[in-house]
């Protein structure tokens, strides 16, 4: 059974970090993109970040030069490296497998919530 396991999220002060793990199963991860997508209440989802199967990255301008993605296909977890997070940033993250604009499969989501 294919599974996306999101974790790492939590509350946080503006200016901190966080790092989302996604730990997937059932498939082989190096054959697939993964995205990360997030989605705050009232608002439409939005990709982050996005990386290839080959491990070339691409962020939304919201959070260029803030976030970061890794993987490690051997551990079957991708990675959201968030730093400076702002308030603005809150909101539930998901990460998908398929490929990058049109995602299949979706894990449950974790909250991240920038407060002071």
């Known amino acids: 059974q294919l599974q996306l396991v999101e974790s790492g999220g939590g509350a946080v002060q503006p200016g901190g970090s966080l790092r989302l793990s996604c730990v997937t199963s059932g498939f082989s991860l190096g054959n697939y993109d993964i995205a990360w997508f997030r989605q705050a209440p009232g608002k439409e989802r939005e990709r982050v970040s996005c990386?290839?199967?080959?491990?070339?990255?691409n962020f939304a301008d919201s959070v260029k030069g803030r976030f970061t993605s890794s993987r490690e296909n051997a551990k079957n977890t991708v990675y959201l490296q968030m730093n400076s997070l702002k308030p603005e940033d809150t909101a539930v993250y998901y990460c998908a497998a398929g490929n990058c604009a049109y995602p299949t499969y979706w894990g449950q989501g974790t909250q991240v919530t920038v407060s002071s």
């Open positions: 990386i290839t199967s080959g491990g070339s990255t």
